[in-house]
């Protein structure tokens, strides 16, 4: 399992807990049932939104993603995040970048303009079926990225996307094509295929990244290594908003998590992000955290004291995972939960803590 992670130039909101605690939650229970689970998230640490940051602040970009990425690494750790097998750094994995365009140069996927490397969609014949989004509707979103004013003006296709970017300014590392920096979505294919081979069961992250992200890695990961599907299952979180309006770094749109954390059991605010399904947007709602700060502490009165697990086959138990395991229905599995957490033997109770630990609720 791959997750696209931070781009770490601000401090961390509720859409990126609600986002990562889904795919913590993915892992908990594949793990838990059987399942062996190898975690790789990244940590964009260059982009064109760290460096636009990073001036703005008059601060060494490097030190400002350190610092945020030891911030968010802190605010998931007390929500009892399940760390990743593997974090892996942008800047670390230049070779396996550079190796992945070598690929596509072999195949003649590529070309070159006087702003950088370019793959060309036309070599791609699926390309689009992930965001089934027009070409036009494409080119406006591309509009609004942060790097749009880097694009070369002669690409074939308005859509082509950097492999490679000659830039004039902030920092470049040599590659055979000349000076430049990966482009944005060629760090996740390569890191991906460095760590977890040509094909994975399940990518995802924001729903925002549909389009460009990860339709481009698609294009670039099929066409390099010929091996399809890249990516088995994908999973999409829906936006986090703030009323009405998403949840983002660039708007200074933003609840945080450290100061929600002040006031919020861990369990709490697990259960408040995590009860609403991942693929419905979601617009923070302070009523609803309210109730899930009383919500659990009647949980863990109704629990009390005593042995966690194992998970056992008895009808309640097994109704609680095959909800999680119906496109993870969080909600009803902790109402299953909530009914019957009063009335249960000490057996089935150790069972059924087992599984709230799961979801982080207990």
């Not at 909101?13 to 594949?30: E, K, P, Q, S, V």
């Not at 990743?84 to 396996?96: F, G, K, N, Q, Y």
């Not at 591309?142 to 859509?159: F, H, M, N, T």
């Not at 947007?281 to 009647?298: G, P, T």
Request: charge should be positive.
């Amino acid at each position: 399992m791959y997750v696209c992670g931070v781009t770490p130039y601000d401090t961390t909101h509720l859409g990126h807990a609600r986002t990562f605690l889904t795919f913590d939650l993915i892992a908990r229970l594949l793990e838990a049932t059987g399942h062996p689970v190898r975690y790789v998230q990244n940590v964009t640490d260059i982009d064109e939104s760290i460096l636009q940051r990073a001036a703005r602040d008059g601060v060494d970009w490097r030190d400002l993603g350190r610092r945020e990425e030891r911030a968010f690494l802190a605010d998931m750790k007390r929500l009892g995040w399940r760390r990743p097998d593997v974090i892996s750094h942008a800047t670390r994995e230049l070779p396996a970048m550079l190796e992945l365009v070598r690929k596509l140069e072999r195949r003649r996927s590529l070309y070159t303009l006087p702003r950088g490397v370019y793959f060309p969609v036309a070599a791609h014949a699926q390309y689009g079926a992930l965001s089934r989004l027009s070409p036009v509707a494409m080119q406006r979103i591309l509009a609004r990225q942060d790097d749009a004013k880097l694009e070369d003006p002669g690409r074939r296709d308005a859509r082509d996307f950097a492999l490679w970017r000659f830039v004039d300014a902030g920092p470049t590392w040599p590659s055979a094509w000349g000076r430049g920096r990966p482009g944005w979505h060629l760090e996740c294919s390569a890191m991906i295929r460095h760590h977890l081979g040509d094909q994975i069961d399940i990518h995802g992250g924001g729903a925002d990244l549909v389009y460009p992200h990860h339709e481009n890695e698609i294009a670039q990961s099929e066409t390099a290594t010929g091996r399809r599907p890249f990516v088995r299952t994908w999973v999409h979180v829906a936006a986090m908003e703030l009323d009405g309006k998403k949840m983002s770094k660039s708007d200074g749109n933003m609840v945080f998590v450290g100061e929600t954390l002040e006031v919020t059991e861990p369990q709490a605010l697990r259960l408040y992000l995590l009860e609403r399904h991942y693929r419905k947007r979601f617009d923070h709602d302070e009523a609803l955290l309210d109730r899930a700060r009383l919500r659990i502490k009647v949980l863990n009165a109704g629990f009390g004291r005593g042995p966690v697990g194992p998970i056992g086959r008895d009808p309640l138990t097994r109704s609680v995972i095959a909800s999680l395991e119906n496109d993870l229905d969080v909600a009803r599995a902790v109402r299953i939960i909530e009914s019957s957490v009063l009335r249960l033997d000490v057996k089935t109770r150790a069972s059924l803590r087992a599984v709230a630990r799961i979801i982080g609720i207990a």
